[in-house]
């Protein structure tokens, strides 16, 4: 048996139409596009938010609101009860910055910032230093006999 013995299976592989190869070839002349009209032009029928040259929808509606895009600030969040969840990993630390949570694998990068916030409760005394805090949080850090630090982003 030998590599030009081989074959397709018979009707596993479909010749490709060619359009416009003369009358011979069955689809020859208007090349199956019909007679006349835009669908039979060069360029094709128009997408599908064409409207025959009437404005568009996207172009009528008004434009409202705004992109805040390059200024946008991108907190990491960290929840108290991810703190308590890994509370064993900061035995040996006085205070939980963004750089600790990373070296313990709290979290993965810093982004923006992190920002703490208050699902869960704290048992232990903790310094905590963040970016940012949202109010239940600072406030049960407090209750826990902890300090909530804000680190200035600039």
């Known amino acids: 048996m030998r590599i030009e013995d081989f074959s397709p299976e018979d009707g596993s592989k479909k010749k490709r ?14 090349a199956t596009k019909g007679h006349k009209g835009q669908k039979a032009r060069s360029g094709g029928p128009k997408g599908p938010s064409f409207e025959g040259g009437q404005t568009p929808l996207q172009r009528r509606l008004p434009k409202r609101g705004f992109k805040n895009a390059p200024f946008k600030k991108e907190y ?8 308590v969840r890994h509370i064993d990993k900061f035995s040996d630390v006085d205070a939980i910055t963004p ?15 992190i920002k703490i916030l208050g699902k869960g409760d704290l ?8 970016h940012v805090f949202s ?20």
């Open 123 to 130: 048992a232990k005394a903790f310094t905590i230093k963040a």
């Open 17 to 30: 139409k060619r359009i416009g190869r003369g009358p011979g070839s069955g689809h020859g002349r208007t």
């Open 99 to 113: 750089e600790v949570l990373i070296k313990k694998k709290v979290v993965k990068k810093i982004k923006d910032g």
């Open 76 to 83: 990491v969040t960290v929840n108290l009860s991810d703190i």
């Open 135 to 154: 109010a239940s949080a600072a406030t049960k850090i407090s209750a826990a006999g902890g300090k909530a630090e804000v680190i200035s982003t600039e």
